[in-house]
Each structure stands twice: as C-alpha cells, then as structure tokens.
C-alpha cells in the first residue's frame, strides 16, 4: 500500500438527465433528485455531485438554459435542507456561476476549466475545482484514443491545468485533480492509468477517481451496467490503496462500507 491517503472521501453521483449511462431518467425530476440526496445523506456520503448533462459516450450536447433548468433547483433545495458538500458537474461557465450562487461548494469539470470564461468564473469564488483529464470531446472520446505515453501525457495535461488555474489565480488547496477513466481511454489504458494512480500523488492535490459501473468493469466482467457494484468496489478500493481521496460512485452504502473496511486496516 502506497502513499495512502489520511481520509477519503465518498461522492455520490445524481444525474439530472434523461440519457446517462448508468442512472439516466431516474433523477430526472427535482422531487426525485431531492430524495436520492437524503437518501445518500442517511448513507453516509462526504459530497454530492449533481450533473444536469450526459458526458457518455454520444450523450447529445444540451443548452446552458436547459442545463440551469435541471440542476439549479435541485441544488437549492439541497442547501435549504443541509449543510452537505455540494458538487456541480458542468463545464459552463453560466451554469457554474448560478451552482455557486446555489450553494456548490466544488466544480467537477470534465474539461478542466477551459471553457469560454470558467476560469475566471471559479478565480472570482472561494471554491474547489476538479480538473479532469479527457482526451478529445464526449460526444467522440471513445473513437480509437491514441497515446504514446498514457501517464506522462495526462501527468503533463493536469499539471499545466494547476499552473494556468494558479495564474489565474485560484487557490492551490481548492484544486482537485482527476486522472478521467473511461473519457477517450481504452480498456488498457484505464488498467495502466489504475496500475499507476500514485505517480499522481507528485501534482500534490487532492486525487478524485471516478469508476462507478462504468464500461471497464462491464468490459472485464462481462455485465451490464446493473450488474457492476462488485467490481467498481473492487476498483474503488484499489484506488484509494494507490493514493485517491475522493471516490465517486452512484452506490454510496456499499462504498461507504467498503472504504471502512480499507481505513481499518490501514489504521489499525
């Protein structure tokens, strides 16, 4: 076990789509949303994470309108009712500006900020930013990735995501980094980028790792996405024994209780 990190925390997915991979439609109403949150609340989840559109594979690009539409009112209902961590999952620079007015306390963008006027957006807050590595864009991220050398190449991406954000300047203790399974990476590549998730540690922020019934465990395993729990547990453990923080997953109990487990050891 490696560069194990102190705490982890667990981050619990609500989509508010119709056309997510995994949870897509089950969300899609405020009252719905609202529910899945106390659920996770009573579940023991550190954070929630609420996306309003579908980065999957061929998932159909939505309006900023449609977008704030679908999550702002999820978000405030949220805060009126707990103090919980809140996570917008976007990388619009509007639908960004009126979550922090909502109450997110994180963005997780999947484009790393380079949206028009995101960085200035997050530079003018106080909050936490994920960086995501992706190679290529959503809607064909997954049409034959390429790299010459996985780990240096997404290590030099991130790296470069930190150094413009601090320019800009956002505050490095609210930069979170996430090395993007499954966003323009093979089966292979995933297993490397798993195989490897330490190196990651030397950027010195905080580690999110997303793996929850995503392609590479249906992949191994042969199983549909309902069919995944178990093997996303497996990868989620083995992450956080490779260095990762934040583990986001749509199955909070069984992460929550797996990661338990893994602190036990460690601590005890």
Do not use: W
């Given at each position: 076990?490696?560069n194990i990190?102190?705490?982890?925390?667990?981050?619990?997915?609500?989509?508010?789509?119709p056309?997510?991979?995994?949870?897509g439609?089950?969300?899609?109403?405020?009252e719905?949303?609202?529910?899945q949150?106390?659920?996770m609340?009573?579940?023991?989840?550190d954070?929630?994470d609420?996306?309003?559109?579908s980065?999957r594979?061929?998932a159909?690009?939505?309006?900023v309108q449609?977008?704030l539409?679908?999550?702002?009112?999820?978000?405030?209902k949220?805060?009126?009712?707990?103090?919980?961590k809140?996570?917008?999952?976007?990388?619009?620079?509007?639908?960004?500006h009126h979550?922090?007015?909502?109450g997110?306390?994180?963005?997780?963008?999947?484009?790393a900020?380079?949206?028009?006027?995101?960085?200035?957006?997050?530079a003018?807050?106080?909050v936490?930013?994920?960086?995501?590595?992706m190679?290529?864009?959503?809607?064909?991220?997954q049409?034959?990735?390429?790299?010459?050398?996985?780990?240096?190449?997404?290590?030099?991406?991130?790296?470069?995501?930190?150094?413009?954000?601090?320019?800009?300047?956002?505050k490095q203790?609210?930069?979170?980094i996430?090395?993007?399974?499954g966003?323009g990476?093979?089966?292979?590549?995933?297993?490397?980028?798993?195989?490897?998730?330490?190196l990651?540690?030397k950027?010195n922020?905080?580690?999110?790792?997303?793996?929850?019934?995503?392609?590479?465990?249906?992949?191994?395993?042969?199983?549909?996405?309902?069919?995944?729990?178990?093997?996303?547990?497996?990868l989620?453990?083995l992450?956080?024994?490779?260095?990762?923080n934040?583990?986001?997953?749509?199955?909070?109990?069984?992460?929550?209780?797996?990661?338990?487990v893994?602190?036990?050891?460690?601590?005890?």
């Amino acid at each position: 076990m490696l560069n194990i990190p102190s705490t982890t925390q667990v981050m619990g997915i609500i989509n508010v789509t119709p056309d997510s991979f995994s949870d897509g439609g089950k969300f899609f109403s405020t009252e719905q949303a609202l529910n899945q949150a106390r659920l996770m609340i009573g579940e023991g989840v550190d954070i929630i994470d609420v996306g309003g559109e579908s980065t999957r594979p061929g998932a159909k690009a939505i309006s900023v309108q449609e977008e704030l539409d679908r999550v702002i009112p999820v978000l405030e209902k949220i805060r009126a009712e707990s103090v919980i961590k809140l996570s917008i999952d976007t990388s619009k620079a509007q639908v960004i500006h009126h979550a922090i007015q909502a109450g997110a306390n994180i963005v997780n963008d999947v484009t790393a900020l380079q949206g028009e006027n995101s960085l200035a957006t997050i530079a003018q807050s106080n909050v936490q930013v994920c960086l995501m590595h992706m190679q290529g864009k959503p809607r064909s991220m997954q049409q034959n990735p390429h790299y010459n050398n996985l780990i240096e190449e997404i290590s030099q991406f991130l790296s470069q995501r930190i150094q413009i954000c601090l320019n800009a300047g956002i505050k490095q203790n609210n930069l979170i980094i996430d090395p993007g399974f499954g966003f323009g990476k093979t089966l292979e590549h995933n297993l490397l980028l798993m195989k490897n998730l330490q190196l990651f540690t030397k950027l010195n922020c905080p580690i999110l790792v997303g793996v929850s019934r995503k392609s590479m465990v249906g992949t191994i395993l042969n199983k549909p996405v309902a069919e995944r729990l178990y093997g996303s547990l497996a990868l989620a453990v083995l992450a956080v024994t490779q260095g990762a923080n934040i583990i986001r997953t749509h199955d909070v109990t069984a992460t929550v209780d797996a990661l338990k487990v893994v602190r036990a050891v460690i601590d005890g």
